[in-house]
Each structure stands twice: as structure tokens, then as C-alpha cells.
């Protein structure tokens, strides 16, 4: 039992199962599960999904698109609107989950960031893409949604000391693994974890690497005598003291939650993110709260034997009495390493397909768009127009497809872009995804760390690796200006 308590609380500090008002109940063990009978009448079940925003025209979400017409919104804990959401800011949705699994109204909308704040110095590393932000580790994947305040869209764009707001899902090695990083204001900080090395003489507390000076804070929600070691907390401030303590503004003290709050017995529930407490591939935490599967749950694009600590997945069921899941399938969501940048060449909306660089392309209900170059917040791929730029980044699937996890159109460019597995290597040239790619005298080559190295040091290494290329496309070649090995 304790240890699934830390788990849960773990997933509070990201702000995930804040919103949720409650986390996973339960410890280990493999007491006999038993799926309540289902209710009848689909639209009138009750229904929580959590996860990133992949689109609008309503909310989507885990491949269910709600109805938000009646919906409440709440953002950073105010009342908001769906015109203050984006897509990969993860929420909580309360509301129904229609029989077909892809439709849904919903009651209630909540978001709230995993941290807010300035890239702590030092902390940059484009090699392992990630960074902190008060102390707190963040890792950028492909599916990280970037801002179009930041140029280019990835880690490469940040630097010391910018404040960004950062939303996303809580590893097994205490990352925050970014569904959306943008740039905010150099306003109020947030801060959430476990109050640590209380020191009541001198004010402070530390959450994680960073001490938060209180004493001109105001407290709410403390008993008469404040904070107390092992205090879930929200530290919000605008400043830092000479120390480098986050001088407080506001300290908030959570409330210890159940697993109640999710819903009810027998209500549907549709939970991503990644596995970060692992007793069996039958009995796990994903975001803090507690999966269970039987032998009639379904698995798509893996097996329960892929159910492993930090597996990116999607589980669908029901909730339990005990705040629990009993999946009736789980979806694997494994983090593509393809990316492109280019026009799109032919876009087959009926086939749920377009084209660039001549690769065909495939979009699904977990693919998710993002338009920044007229800030449409509805947009997919019905939207695209052959032309526009876009940016890719996704996976090759069990049939070789490349499949699109994000797709964001954007500024057209001089250059287009290309990461792939090289195949085919002999020198001057290669193929990505079955692109022809060549280089000549004027292509610069770099290694894993940005470094300069020879042509014949890139063609040594190249085949099988993965490897990005900057250059012009002629409609059949790709001629690299650059050529670099991933790791």
C-alpha cells in the first residue's frame, strides 16, 4: 500500500491527477478481478479519459472527440475556455463515452501544467534531449509539441534562463516527458511536489533540487502550524533570492486523494501515459493509477509481455470500486523516431493518408494536429493543402508504414528535413524511408554531438543508424547540405 501511495503522489507533481482530483487506489497483490456487467446505454455512461490534446472541433483526446459545448473548463485551477487549451496539453476529461469508443460528451475539462518557470542553468543537454525547470527533470520526445513561440520547434531553440511552461507525463525515473513545452512570461512560477528539509527557523523547504523561501508567503489549506515535511504542495512565486530560492508568493497545501474521484463504479476510462509502477504486466500504474488486465483484455500493436516500466500506452476499461482499472484493451504507444519537414505533395483524406518526399504517410485517431502557420485550433487532416509545409514526426508501424504521431503545419522553409534509419549507405549517397539522398563536396557532416566529421568518418557509421538530413528536394533526390548520425 505505501508504495502505491508514493506512486500516486509522484503523479501529483506533475499536475496529471491534480486535475483528476484523485489517483489510483490499491497496492500490490492479484486479488481475483471481475468486470462489473456493463451499463446499458452507452451515451449514458459515465466516463474520464486522460491524456494529451491531439485536436479540436470539440477536444480530442486519446482518440475519443468530445463535445464540449456544455463543458466546464478549468485551467491552472481558474475557470477558462477551450480557446486557452492547445494540442499536447494533457487534461482530464469528466463526462460519457459513447458505445463506439470514439465519441464522447464531455462535463468537465481540466488542465494544469507539470511546471512553470526559467531552464535552470546548466541543465541544457541536446544530446539526451532534456533540461530542468526548477530542479524539475524534463525530456523532449518526438511527440513534444513546441510552441510557435519557439524557433525552430525543438530543444535547440530554448536557453538558459527562458521561462516555459511545461505539460506532459510522469516517467518511472522521475521525468517529466514533455507533450508541450512553450514560452511563457516572466510572471508567476509553479511548483509542485513534497515539501523536504523543512527548516521552520529559516522559512524554507526544498521540492526536489529547489529550496522555496515562504516566509511571505500566504499559506493556504495548513493547519495552525504550516507546512510539515511530506506536504503535497503548490509553491507559486515571480522571484529568487540572492540564495536561489524561489521567494513564494503562495504556498497551497493538496489534500491527500482516493481513487474515488475518478467516477464511479462501472464508468468508462480511457488513461495514457507511461508505466511508472510495474508489480506484472497484469497489475501496473500508469500516471499513479493502478491498471489491471485479465485474460480477455485485447492488445494492439504489442503484447502483454511489452508492458514494461516507462512503456508508453493507452489503457481502456473500467473503473473498479477501488479507483483501479480492469483494462478491456490496451494500446501501445511506442515513441516514434521519424521525422520530415516539407511540402506536402497529395493529401487522400477517404485513405486517412498525404504525401511528402514521396512517402506516403498515414494518419490515425491518435495522430495529432497542429496548425502554426494561421493558428486554426481546429485543424486536421482535411485542412492540409498541397503546398503547405508541415512538420512530421512519428513511427514505422508493424506493416512498415510510416505513421504520423504529430503533424504540424507551418512557415515554409529553404530547406527541406529528413530523420530517418540510412539504408542502402554507399557513398555518395544513402536512402531514408526509401528517399534517395546524395551528398558532394559542399555537404557538411557532424557525429552525435554536433561535431564536425569527414565524409568517410559519416559512411563508415551510417548504415543502420539513425541519421537527420538538412537539404533541397528536387521531387526524386534529396541533396544534403548536412548530414548528421543521431543517437
Same mark, same amino acid.
Given at each position: ?344 505533395? #497529395?493529401? !487522400? %483524406?477517404? =485513405?486517412?493518408? /498525404?504525401?511528402? @518526399? *514521396?512517402?506516403? +504517410?498515414?494518419?490515425?485517431? &491518435?495522430?495529432? $494536429? ?51 534509419? #540510412?539504408? !542502402? %549507405?554507399? =557513398?555518395?549517397? /544513402?536512402?531514408? @524511408? *526509401?528517399?534517395? +539522398?546524395?551528398?558532394?563536396? &559542399?555537404?557538411? $557532416? ?42
Amino acid at each position: 500500500m505505501k508504495e502505491q501511495r508514493t506512486l500516486c503522489r509522484q503523479t501529483l507533481i506533475l499536475g496529471v491527477a491534480l486535475a483528476i482530483t484523485g489517483c489510483g487506489g490499491g497496492g500490490g497483490g492479484s486479488d481475483p478481478v471481475v468486470n462489473p456487467p456493463p451499463p446499458s446505454g452507452g451515451i449514458d455512461r459515465g466516463g474520464v479519459a486522460v491524456g494529451p490534446i491531439d485536436g479540436f472541433g470539440s477536444v480530442i483526446v486519446n482518440g475519443v472527440k468530445f463535445d464540449t459545448s456544455e463543458a466546464q473548463f478549468t485551467v491552472d485551477g481558474v475557470p477558462g475556455a477551450q480557446d486557452d487549451l492547445a494540442v499536447g496539453q494533457v487534461v482530464v476529461i469528466k463526462g460519457t463515452i459513447d458505445d463506439d469508443g470514439l465519441t464522447g460528451t464531455a462535463d468537465t475539462v481540466s488542465y494544469d501544467d507539470a511546471v512553470k518557470g526559467p531552464v535552470d542553468a546548466g541543465s541544457l543537454d541536446l544530446v539526451n534531449q532534456s533540461f530542468r525547470v526548477l530542479g524539475q527533470p524534463i525530456r523532449v520526445t518526438t511527440g513534444t509539441a513546441f510552441d510557435d513561440s519557439i524557433q525552430p520547434g525543438s530543444l535547440d531553440a530554448l536557453a538558459e534562463g527562458d521561462v516555459v511552461e511545461v505539460s506532459g507525463l510522469p516517467d518511472a525515473d522521475g521525468f517529466v516527458r514533455a507533450t508541450r513545452i512553450e514560452r511563457s512570461s516572466a510572471g508567476l512560477f509553479e511548483l509542485k511536489g513534497f515539501v523536504r528539509n523543512l527548516d521552520t527557523g529559516a522559512f524554507t523547504f526544498d521540492i526536489g533540487t529547489q529550496t522555496v523561501d515562504y516566509s511571505a508567503a500566504q499559506l493556504d489549506d495548513f493547519p495552525a502550524g504550516g507546512p510539515a515535511n511530506d506536504d503535497f504542495v503548490e509553491a507559486k512565486g515571480s522571484v529568487f533570492s540572492i540564495e536561489g530560492a524561489l521567494v513564494a508568493t503562495r504556498v497551497q497545501r493538496q489534500n491527500d486523494l482516493t481513487g474515488d474521484d475518478l467516477g464511479e463504479e462501472g464508468d468508462d476510462a480511457e488513461i495514457e501515459g507511461y508505466v511508472n509502477g510495474f508489480r506484472s504486466s497484469a497489475d501496473f500504474d500508469v500516471v499513479g493509477i493502478r491498471i489491471r488486465t485479465t485474460a480477455s483484455t485485447r492488445f494492439e500493436r504489442g503484447t502483454q509481455a511489452d508492458i514494461r516500466v516507462n512503456a508508453r500506452l493507452e489503457a481502456e476499461g473500467k473503473l473498479q470500486a477501488d479507483g483501479s482499472i480492469v483494462a478491456d484493451e490496451i494500446l501501445f504507444q511506442p515513441e516514434g523516431r521519424l521525422e520530415v519537414f516539407a511540402p506536402v505533395e #497529395a493529401v !487522400n %483524406v477517404a =485513405a486517412g493518408t /498525404f504525401t511528402v @518526399l *514521396g512517402i506516403p +504517410v498515414l494518419t490515425d485517431t &491518435g495522430t495529432s $494536429f497542429e496548425d502554426k502557420l494561421l493558428d486554426l485550433q481546429v485543424f486536421g487532416l482535411a485542412d492540409l493543402r498541397v503546398g503547405d509545409w508541415v512538420e512530421v514526426r512519428g513511427l514505422e508501424d508493424d506493416q512498415g508504414r510510416f505513421l504520423a504521431q504529430l503533424v504540424a503545419r507551418d512557415d515554409e522553409e529553404d530547406e527541406v528535413e529528413l530523420r530517418g534509419t #540510412a539504408e !542502402n %549507405v554507399s =557513398a555518395p549517397g /544513402f536512402s531514408i @524511408l *526509401g528517399v534517395a +539522398v546524395t551528398t558532394n563536396g &559542399g555537404t557538411e $557532416f557532424e557525429n552525435v554531438t554536433e561535431a564536425p566529421i569527414t565524409a568517410q568518418q559519416f559512411f563508415d557509421a551510417a548504415e543502420g543508424r539513425l541519421v537527420e538530413v538538412d537539404g533541397t528536394w528536387d521531387g526524386a533526390v534529396l541533396t544534403a547540405d548536412q548530414a548528421s548520425l543521431e543517437d
